[in-house]
């Protein structure tokens, strides 16, 4: 981008090249910040898709099978991925009853994992239950706090 030339003193980039350069660097970082932005508004990482609105709607890749759990406080579903070692979705408050679902997830060796709570009634939250690797899920349950 920049000649160099050698001194006694070592290499030194001349004054006359940098002036030229300016309007091709000034591109550069115009397109550099440009992809950035656009890497901003449409995200593509492992954690985006793992996380989806409507976890019926969206099939994850490498969560192939679909749950569901309900009690009398509310309604939960998503999708198990990597062999029980995840399970993601959403959980629904869906009684005004002063008490907020979450889901529960109970592992091979005795581990539990709880999700965010959802209420007041209407309230959904996300389900990211992450049991860690060698110690997959075996059940899910809808439990509740009081809220």
């Known amino acids: 981008m920049f000649l160099r030339t050698s001194t006694a003193s070592g290499p030194r980039v001349t004054a006359s090249h940098i002036t030229q350069e300016t309007p091709m660097l000034k591109k550069y970082l115009a397109t550099a910040i440009a992809g950035a932005g656009l890497l901003a508004a ?3 990482s492992a954690a ?23 009690s009398a406080e509310g309604v939960a579903s998503g999708q198990w ?9 959403t959980v ?8 907020c679902p979450y889901v529960r997830g109970y592992t091979l060796y005795g581990r539990t994992v ?7 009634k209407g309230d959904s939250s996300p389900v990211y239950l992450d049991a860690g690797t060698g110690d997959p899920f075996v059940r899910l349950a809808m439990k509740y706090v009081n809220c």
């Open 42 to 44: 449409f995200p593509f």
């Open 48 to 70: 985006h898709a793992a996380t989806p609105t409507s976890a019926s709607s969206v099939q994850v890749p490498g969560c192939p099978h679909n749950w569901t759990v309900s």
């Open 81 to 89: 991925c990597y062999n029980k070692d995840l399970a993601i979705g």
């Open 92 to 99: 629904t408050d869906t009684k005004a009853d002063g008490r």
């Open 114 to 120: 709880d999700s965010d709570w959802a209420g007041p």
